[in-house]
């Protein structure tokens, strides 16, 4: 009869097979630059258990690079992310709705920005896969959070084949480029969560995507005063840096305190956006000062893909106050984090986001 200690020793894993088996998946190039988890077709065959979709729909496509990605395809690349079988419906809505995103369909993946997708997850599905849904919303610590991101990053490398210094074109990139998964806080939040804003009734798991180009922080923890929390928003929406286009769309995301003073004050999430579309910009003076001048110069409503101004558009006055936002689209009103101190985040928006939220598969246990 074998005892408990041997049992226990024979059941262990051989740490140097483990090894050998991740600098394989090194070697072909695989990975991100971290240890991905080596995959056997079993352990995909559960990731594909958990949704009725064709292993080989395609699921989304590149044209410019000719590569497509499918649900099999998928499967491999959140396992090796990391990933419970679990996620992977949340994987799926995940690129679903970052798919819905022109500038990720078109050459984002490819920018000089490097940009990041944004991936806010709503619902029951929070809970249920044990989401971080608190304080720290956009640090480590939580697996969902963390692996999620990284499987979308895999499938752009591996089934698109987006990879540094050959198609992708960053010329220094987005720190957390493949790691932005946040659950908003619902329970704390005064307002709607972002998902019925996108198209999905309450209670529903959904989860909405779309490029950034930076996360900038709101630290305005002196103030009860609403109008001037907006006012060191507004400022850093407008501030010069990102301004290279017409608009520049931004997302809000706001910790509880700042939400819920806000909400205290009489805002909705409506009046919270049309409060900073009026006040959210530079005089053209600025613009001008700065090397920005070429912004002034494109069509009222244009909307160009390059840098070039028009000739034709009609001059202003240096005390012309350029507003950067011009609908409540561009400005999608978040809440995630902790009720521990007024510090919010600003995040630029990489071309314009859908608007639609994708609802997580049904399948999730």
């Known amino acids: 009869m074998t005892d408990a200690p041997s049992q226990a020793a024979a059941a262990a894993p051989d740490p140097d097979e483990a090894q050998r088996a991740i600098e394989y998946c090194y070697q072909q190039d695989w990975s991100d630059g971290l240890p991905l988890v080596p995959v056997s077709t079993p352990l995909v065959d559960q990731f594909l258990a958990t949704t009725s979709r064709a292993p080989d729909e395609i699921i989304g496509s590149l044209e410019q690079v000719g590569r497509d990605c499918t649900v099999y395809l998928a499967a491999v690349n959140a396992a090796m992310a990391?990933?419970?079988p679990e996620y992977f419906p949340v994987?799926?809505?995940?690129f679903d709705a970052l798919m819905r995103e022109r500038a990720a369909r078109g050459g984002g993946f490819q920018s000089t920005s490097g940009p990041a997708p944004l991936i806010v997850v709503n619902g029951p599905v929070r809970h249920e896969l044990g989401f971080n849904t608190a304080g720290g919303a956009f640090?480590?610590?939580?697996?969902?959070?963390?692996?999620?991101?990284?499987?979308?990053?895999?499938?752009?490398?591996n089934a698109f084949g987006i990879r540094e210094h050959v198609l992708g074109q960053a010329t220094q990139g987005v720190p957390g480029r493949w790691s932005i998964c946040i659950a908003e806080n619902e329970e704390e939040s005064p307002w709607e969560p972002l998902a019925a804003n996108a198209g999905q009734p309450g209670g529903v798991s959904a989860v909405s995507a779309t490029l950034t180009?930076?996360?900038?922080?709101?630290?305005?923890?002196?103030?009860?005063?609403?109008?001037?929390?907006?006012?060191?928003?507004?400022?850093?929406?407008?501030?010069?840096?990102?301004?290279?286009?017409?608009?520049?769309?931004?997302?809000?995301?706001?910790?509880?305190?700042?939400?819920?003073?806000f909400a205290g004050a009489g805002y909705s999430k409506a009046d919270v956006q049309n409060w900073l579309i009026e006040h959210s910009g530079r005089t053209a003076g600025e613009m001008r000062r700065a090397g920005k001048g070429h912004v002034l110069r494109f069509p009222v409503g244009g909307n160009q893909p390059g840098f070039g101004a028009s000739a034709d558009a009609e001059p202003v006055s240096d005390e012309h106050f350029h507003r950067v936002l011009t609908q409540p689209g561009q400005i999608p009103v978040i809440v995630a984090g902790a009720k521990t101190a007024g510090i919010s985040m600003v995040v630029r928006i990489f071309g314009e986001w859908s608007g639609i939220a994708t609802p997580v598969g049904e399948k999730i246990k």
Do not use: S, Y
């Not at 994987?91 to 995940?94: E, G």
């Open 139 to 157: 640090g480590p610590g939580f697996r969902p959070n963390m692996t999620i991101p990284r499987a979308i990053g895999l499938i752009v490398r």
């Open 82 to 84: 990391g990933c419970k």
């Open 213 to 261: 180009r930076t996360c900038e922080f709101i630290d305005n923890r002196a103030t009860p005063v609403a109008e001037e929390v907006l006012r060191d928003f507004a400022d850093t929406i407008g501030r010069l840096g990102p301004q290279i286009f017409p608009q520049t769309p931004v997302a809000l995301v706001l910790c509880p305190e700042h939400a819920q003073q």
């Open 91 to 94: 994987v799926l809505a995940a």
